[in-house]
């Protein structure tokens, strides 16, 4: 049950914000009533209002790689504010940052800083238009690329008389004020599926600025790419001259050091970052080979922000990558390890309980549960078609109120930090078992 204090800031919350809170997946659409209302966070876990604790496996979205309150980000904080918040200037801290950045990452010459995906994204999309001089950009149903018009088109699950054919997707807006003229030259196209690719591109490759994906389809919980699917991408990008835009913003400093593109050997031509980069301040970036950011000097192509490059969120960039790179990347292991020790502890209890059809998908840190009669979930119309959505809430909440926290939308996913233990991962284990069994 949601906490009286929850439940009363929510009545409060309601009247002055809308649904309670900033963002639709923290309120009452995904919690079906009030949320709980957080009050601090330490290490795995988190506090609320009502004075109850929770495991947190959502990590605000990917954003705390370390967990809460890492003392190496604390003592950063403490001392940059002591400093300025923030001049919007050139920093000495900027430059180091990107040079890490830079070092880390082989594809990436230049970087560009922004504050959330969302505007990373933005900014990546205007540049390969501009590079290019094309107009129209290719996404894949179920990608999710930040809330902007020219890409929020069928992220949301659909039913399947809305699906289209698989090789020409009907678009579907999500979201009312989008003007057709600004999706008109995006291009929806079925993901993990060569055929379909091959065909939309050779359709409208030649015109198209970018194909942009996600590495691993993250907003449909969590669904990796069949093998060589991405490298084909690659190969048709390269084939019709469209750049090769890889949105790292959730699997970034993630799923391995170098993201989706030291996991499965991409080259690609864009990437964006945001969340995990920021260690839990927002911090987004653009980055590329010299040829294509070239295209931002000058404002060529223009990129702006006040609070680009904010020198507290850069302190805490530098930090957590030093963190997590520290003795030859040992915390990329730990994620992985801590990530894959989760998932396999979930598919024990739920094959010992063995009521309902549920699986577990991951790749390193990243995991969702499915109840689900597959036995795997490989693209976005089998996950509108074939998981249980509300079980998934039904599960979640029910974990709430035995101290797991898990955003309970089947679309999102648990991540693991550096600060979830074998303990943690123990007790999450026992109350799914006893979630589990509890469950209708
Ligand atoms: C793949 C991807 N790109 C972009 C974004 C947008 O990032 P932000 O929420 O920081 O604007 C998200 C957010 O979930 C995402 O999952």
């Known amino acids: 049950m949601t906490g009286l204090k929850s439940q009363q800031l929510f009545e409060r919350g309601r009247k002055v914000l809308i649904e309670g809170v900033s963002s639709a997946s923290r309120g009452p659409s995904t919690f079906g009533g009030a949320p709980r209302y957080m009050s601090h966070g330490q290490g795995a876990r988190l506090y609320d209002v009502d004075g109850n604790s929770y495991i947190d496996w959502m990590m605000a979205f990917g954003a705390l790689p370390l967990g809460h309150a890492h003392p190496a980000v604390v003592e950063t904080v403490a001392r940059e504010v002591a400093g300025g918040t923030h001049f919007a200037t050139a920093l000495q801290v900027e430059v180091e940052v990107a040079e890490m950045l830079v070092d880390l990452l082989p594809h990436v010459e230049k970087v560009r800083f922004a504050n959330t995906g969302t505007e990373a994204a933005m900014a990546a999309i205007r540049l390969a238009r501009g590079h290019t001089g094309r107009r129209k950009i290719i996404k894949f149903e179920g990608h999710y690329h930040g809330w902007w018009d020219a890409v929020l088109l069928n992220t949301n699950p659909l039913p399947p008389t809305m ?3 698989p090789n020409d997707p009907i678009r579907i807006p999500d979201s009312s004020g989008i003007p057709e003229e600004a999706w008109r030259d995006t291009i929806v196209v079925r993901w ?10 050779a359709i409208h490759g030649r015109e198209a600025a970018c194909l942009v994906t996600e590495g691993i389809m993250s907003n449909m919980g969590v669904i990796p790419p069949k093998p060589g699917y991405l490298l084909r991408m690659q190969d048709l990008c390269r084939e019709y001259g469209a750049l090769f835009y890889l949105d790292e913003t959730v699997t970034g400093f993630r799923v391995a050091a170098g993201g989706c593109a030291e996991l499965y050997g991409l080259d690609p031509d864009i990437v964006t970052y945001g969340k995990a980069l920021g ?3 927002p911090m987004a970036m ?13 404002g060529k192509v223009l990129h702006y922000g006040t ?13 957590m990558l030093q963190t997590l790179l520290a003795n030859d990347r040992a915390g990329f292991s730990v994620l992985r390890d801590r990530g ?3 998932a396999e502890a979930f598919r024990t209890v739920a094959r010992a309980s063995n009521r309902h059809g549920v699986i577990c998908q991951g790749v390193n840190s990243m995991f969702q549960i499915f109840f689900t009669d597959r036995e795997v979930i490989s693209d976005f119309r089998e996950f509108c078609t074939h998981v249980d959505r509300l079980k998934f809430r039904d599960f979640t909440l029910r974990l709430m109120d035995k101290g797991i926290y898990m955003n309970p939308s089947a679309t999102l996913h648990s991540l693991s930090s550096l600060a979830h233990s ?6 999450t284990a026992k109350a799914m078992a006893e979630v589990l069994d509890e469950m209708p």
């Open 163 to 165: 699906f289209g054919h």
């Open 192 to 201: 993990n599926d060569v055929e379909a690719l091959e065909r939309a591109m």
């Open 279 to 281: 260690g839990g301040l």
């Open 286 to 298: 653009i980055g590329g080979r010299n040829e294509v950011m070239s295209g931002l000097e000058w």
């Open 307 to 319: 609070h680009n490059a904010g020198r507290l969120a850069l302190s805490v960039t530098k930090v």
């Open 340 to 342: 894959l020790k989760m």
């Open 422 to 427: 074998d303990a943690d991962i123990a007790a």
